[in-house]
């Protein structure tokens, strides 16, 4: 399997896109109307970070209790479920007068249910998909990703110059219900991948298991960090922008969405792994350009650039899924979600700090520099993970 054609022709994949480009889209336009809604009300760049990009810091909590349910609830009933409780929230956010305290608290409800099944998803991908075009579906999955946060933060920046947030969040809710529907009626039922119970003390105990493996706490370093350090830089495009940030956004996601097509369509698996190197150096070099506060223009060539450098994840997921164990695959793929998109958070959080101190555009630079700096201190690391022999867990 190595076109898309070939990839679309299986109606399961097919389905799981379309529930995937439903929810990213939901999310996208829901974060941009509460991030709007949050700096108008505050006035503060950590705040409007914190409310665009803090919510999976709620997967820390799920990574640490219930992340064994990505392998013991039959994947279809998770993301079902999930969506479910994520339309509810959108709904309460859509409620005028809601205090800012309640906002936040419906967002980390929503995303500390959404860590809990977040390996699911990409575990049930290994089973609709032959092995050999995981790639292929995973970045064609974050092609999903790319293009409907171009989608979503262009269609809010301009339905927030004509409707208000609350009414953006009512079709945020309405697009995580379709969502729902098509992951219910279009995929097939499966029975979980274990049968042992969903319990904080297995969640914790896979989890010591896998982090104590040199070879895959390596990888998911570096799925976390360096990306992380980057989306802080992308954390401060409102304080930047005002509202032409949609701008920024979009092009941030076109270029992740170039990266992917190439990465995981064109190139063998030898010139992934080779290439590994200097995607991760490209994604954070560009932002240094930000300490000269470029014009809107040349910000968006910096960001489109920059974010290319994502693609560097899929050949790093695929060396995780190659030395993980088929039985827990959920969850080690839930760690591996939950674990950047917290990073990601708390990196918005700090990007969100330094920008209240320093000017937007240094603390751009400050990020990447960052970033390049847990890139170049993490590559040895990288360059002594070796393939290993999958250990059975008990």
């Known amino acids: 399997m190595r076109t ?51 919510a999976p810091l709620a997967g820390v909590l799920g990574s640490l209790t219930l992340l064994s349910a990505a392998d013991s609830v039959p994947p279809r009933r998770a993301l079902t479920l999930t969506a479910v409780l994520v339309a509810a929230g959108a709904a309460l956010q859509a409620v005028p007068g809601l205090p800012l305290w309640a906002r936040f608290a419906v967002l980390f409800t929503g995303a500390y249910v959404g860590s809990i099944t977040a390996g699911a998803r990409w575990a049930l991908l290994t089973d609709i998909l032959p092995a050999d075009a995981y790639v292929l579906g995973r970045s064609t999955m974050n092609m999903s990703v790319g293009a409907m946060q171009i989608a979503g933060f262009g269609l809010a920046g301009v339905l927030l110059v004509w409707l208000t947030p609350y009414e953006v969040f009512l079709l945020a809710a309405v697009l995580r219900v379709v969502a729902a529907a098509v992951g219910w009626f279009g995929l097939s039922e499966r029975p979980a991948r274990t049968t042992t119970r969903t319990t904080v003390g297995r969640t914790l105990r896979v989890n010591r298991e896998l982090w104590a493996d040199p070879g895959r706490r390596s990888l998911l370093l570096n799925l976390w960090v360096p990306g992380g350090l980057v989306v802080g830089c992308e954390a401060l495009f409102v304080p930047y922008a005002g509202d032409r940030a949609g701008f920024l956004y979009a092009a941030a ?107 937007v555009s240094w603390a751009v630079a400050l990020l990447a520099t960052a970033s390049l700096a847990a890139t170049l201190v993490l590559t040895a690391g990288l360059r002594r993970t070796a393939p290993a022999p999958v250990e059975a867990v008990r």
Do not use: K
């Open 253 to 359: 996601a076109l270029g992740m969405l170039a990266g992917d097509i190439v990465v995981g369509r064109f190139l063998s698996p030898a010139w992934r792994d080779r290439l590994v190197p200097a995607l991760r150096l490209l994604l954070a070099l560009p932002y240094l350009a930000f300490a000269l506060s470029p014009a809107l223009p040349l910000a968006m060539v910096v960001a489109v650039v920059g974010s290319a450098g994502f693609a560097a994840g899929l050949p790093l997921q695929e060396r995780l899924i190659v030395h993980s164990p088929a039985e827990i695959r959920g969850q080690v793929l839930g760690l591996h979600t939950n674990g950047m998109l917290a990073t990601q958070a708390l990196c918005a959080v700090l990007a969100g700090t330094v920008a209240d101190l320093v000017p």
């Open 4 to 54: 898309y054609a070939d990839l679309f022709a299986v109606r399961e994949f097919r389905n799981l896109f379309l529930a995937n480009c439903a929810g990213i889209a939901a999310h996208t336009t829901s974060a941009l109307a509460l991030g709007a809604l949050t700096y108008a009300s505050t006035g503060s760049a950590l705040l409007t970070a914190l409310s665009m990009f803090g």
